[in-house]
């Protein structure tokens, strides 16, 4: 109803909403995320097909709404559809248009790149109200069942990964299965609520490696997960060590902007990029220009042959996926 808009009631919502999520704005805008520029460079970045990414695009929805209301919307989605040919209700056809076109984008995206499984959720936004009058149709028993099941598959998926003792071996849910433990990290006894983030094998390994080196032997400690960087920096304690997660120009950083950086500290850079030779070269040149103001570089990771970064030495100790304990490399440009 046009009346509700002359209350103050939209506008009060419209301001609380905003206010939450006004912090991911001002951060996107700050960064660059929300320029056409930006995101059109990502799809021109873009990598090549992997039949897993198209797949996760169906797929991960699936968790996303629970399969009940995902399977609801595919089906309300298809009925719109076939009803084009017979005329359709411009509130219908609204919803679809507002949904169906942005998901077929990210079906495109993963032709070529992976997608995020919270990407795809304002696809779904504008078909709920053609989900609503759909369970409107139903009968109420049918409509409480369905409401029901997937409210408590709702509660139990998102219970589970959310909550943090089931991640706790030291906790009093260890009778749980190891298969149905939220552990990405088995093997190190991940606690998500101890103070070094969890990684306490991890660390206790570092801070023996660091130990055993002796002074000046490892200089840096790198990662591409920020935990893991701030367990290592637990343990080993000493402020002058830089302690950098890694960089990516997608985020808008640079180097030389790092707090660690401004101290003094030594560099470090982690390449994570295996997309194309044309962005790891402008890396290459934002990492020559930071290198030049400081000094001493440390490289990580280089992932194919003819990489740039692979005139650096690297010298691996802990080989736990992408976590490297390194010696400096001292080599001049």
Not at 69 to 76: D, E, N, R, S, T
Not at 216 to 233: E, K, N, P
């Amino acid at each position: 109803d046009r009346k509700h808009l002359a209350t103050p009631w939209p506008y009060i919502g419209f301001a609380i909403a905003l206010s939450c999520y006004l912090p991911n704005f001002i951060w996107n805008a700050q960064n660059g995320w929300i320029t056409y520029e930006f995101q059109f460079d990502r799809l021109a970045e873009a990598g090549e097909f992997k039949p897993v990414h198209l797949l996760g695009v169906f797929l991960a929805p699936l968790l996303l709404l629970s399969p009940w209301v995902y399977g609801l919307v595919a089906v309300v989605a298809t009925r719109i559809a076939k009803q084009f040919r017979e005329g359709v209700s411009r509130g219908m056809a609204l919803s679809f248009w507002s949904s169906v076109p942005l998901f077929l984008f990210f079906v495109y995206v993963s032709f070529s790149d992976s997608v995020k499984i919270h990407w795809t959720a304002p696809a779904f936004i504008g078909l709920l109200p053609a989900v609503a009058v759909t369970l409107q149709q139903w009968s109420g028993r049918r409509r409480f069942m369905f409401c029901s099941s997937a409210m408590v598959m709702t509660l139990l998926i998102y219970g589970y990964l959310v909550f943090p003792f089931l991640v706790s071996q030291s906790l009093p849910n260890s009778w749980l299965p190891p298969t149905l433990k939220a552990e990405f990290d088995e093997h190190l006894d991940k606690d998500w609520t101890s103070q070094n983030y969890g990684f306490d094998r991890l660390g206790k390994f570092l801070k023996e490696q660091l130990d055993a080196g002796g002074e000046g032997d490892f200089d840096l400690i790198a990662s591409w997960r920020f935990d893991r960087v701030a367990t290592a920096a637990f343990y080993a304690g000493e402020p002058d060590r830089a302690f950098v997660p890694a960089f990516g120009d997608r985020r808008g950083y640079t180097l030389w902007e790092s707090p660690y950086i401004r101290s003094g500290a030594n560099a470090l850079y982690v390449s994570r990029s295996r997309k194309s030779e044309s962005r790891t070269e402008r890396e290459f040149e934002d990492l020559r220009d930071c290198f030049n103001q400081i000094g001493d570089p440390i490289v990580v990771e280089a992932p194919f042959e003819g990489h740039p970064f692979r005139e650096f030495e690297v010298y691996p100790c802990y080989g736990l996926r992408k976590d490297v304990l390194i010696r400096l490399a001292k080599r001049d440009f």
